[in-house]
């Protein structure tokens, strides 16, 4: 829905502009992701591996970070980077920097990486405790590793409070379940509420559903 501009009357007639493009019913899907993407990384980890002869073979991982701040910090998936020796880190405008692994937490699945970069465009981080079930969101992450830059999906917030096992040790709780589409790779990237808010990071799916996806919701992250 693209907003109309204040009419100059005393009652204006349909919707009223807020601020930057934003009405009552937040940005079109077409600005929230103009506002993120400047904010969302890809990160590419490399893992040695014993190969058949004994010998360290490299395996690849693909994932998503956001920006926390202008100094370097990305938020991301523990998974993302558990065991990894090299993390490389790509910007939105294509320049590449190593990371260094700041801290992880298994039992949250979150992880905090950080690059020396210059000119940074942190994310704005919402609040998920005003998350209501059925409203829109917008995932954008780095699916399948595709080359031309991220992938953006739509869906809806279609339960709050959802809990997960992990493994026999870990339950994640708090989730957001979502059905915007979510993929290997997409694995620490933004959920978006229509303002361009953060209010989810992309974890998990139900291996062999279709639409059940799940965030850590970032009141917790």
């Given at each position: 829905?693209?907003?109309?501009?204040?009419?100059?009357?005393?009652e204006p007639?349909?919707?009223s502009?807020i601020?930057?493009g934003?009405?009552?019913?937040?940005?079109?899907?077409?600005?929230?992701?103009?506002?993120?993407?400047p904010?969302v990384?890809?990160?590419?980890?490399?893992v040695?591996?014993m190969g058949?002869?004994?010998?360290?073979?490299?395996?690849m991982?693909?994932?998503t970070?956001i920006?926390?701040?202008e100094e370097?910090f990305?938020?991301?998936n523990n998974?993302v980077i558990r065991?990894?020796?090299v993390i490389?880190v790509?910007l939105?405008?294509?320049?590449?920097f190593?990371?260094e692994l700041?801290?992880?937490d298994?039992?949250?699945?979150t992880?905090?990486?950080k690059?020396?970069?210059d000119?940074?465009?942190?994310?704005?981080?919402?609040n998920?405790a005003?998350l209501?079930v059925g409203?829109?969101?917008?995932?954008?992450?780095?699916?399948?590793?595709?080359?031309?830059?991220p992938?953006v999906s739509k869906?809806?917030v279609s339960?709050l409070?959802r809990?997960?096992?992990?493994?026999?040790q870990?339950?994640?709780v708090?989730l957001?379940q979502t059905?915007?589409?979510?993929n290997?790779?997409?694995s620490?990237?933004?959920l978006?509420?229509n303002?361009?808010e953060?209010i989810?990071?992309?974890?998990a799916v139900?291996?062999?559903?279709?639409?059940?996806?799940?965030?850590i919701?970032?009141d917790d992250?």
């Amino acid at each position: 829905m693209v907003p109309r501009p204040l009419q100059s009357s005393a009652e204006p007639q349909g919707e009223s502009v807020i601020s930057d493009g934003l009405t009552k019913d937040g940005l079109p899907t077409i600005e929230v992701v103009k506002k993120l993407k400047p904010s969302v990384v890809q990160i590419v980890t490399e893992v040695a591996a014993m190969g058949a002869i004994n010998q360290a073979v490299p395996s690849m991982g693909v994932g998503t970070g956001i920006l926390l701040d202008e100094e370097g910090f990305i938020l991301t998936n523990n998974h993302v980077i558990r065991d990894a020796q090299v993390i490389t880190v790509t910007l939105n405008d294509g320049q590449t920097f190593p990371a260094e692994l700041i801290g992880g937490d298994a039992s949250t699945d979150t992880a905090v990486i950080k690059i020396q970069a210059d000119g940074l465009q942190p994310a704005v981080l919402g609040n998920s405790a005003d998350l209501l079930v059925g409203q829109d969101v917008i995932a954008i992450g780095h699916a399948l590793g595709l080359p031309g830059g991220p992938t953006v999906s739509k869906g809806v917030v279609s339960a709050l409070g959802r809990s997960i096992a992990v493994d026999a040790q870990t339950t994640m709780v708090d989730l957001i379940q979502t059905d915007a589409s979510i993929n290997p790779g997409n694995s620490g990237g933004p959920l978006s509420n229509n303002k361009g808010e953060v209010i989810g990071i992309n974890t998990a799916v139900i291996p062999g559903s279709q639409g059940i996806g799940f965030a850590i919701n970032i009141d917790d992250a």
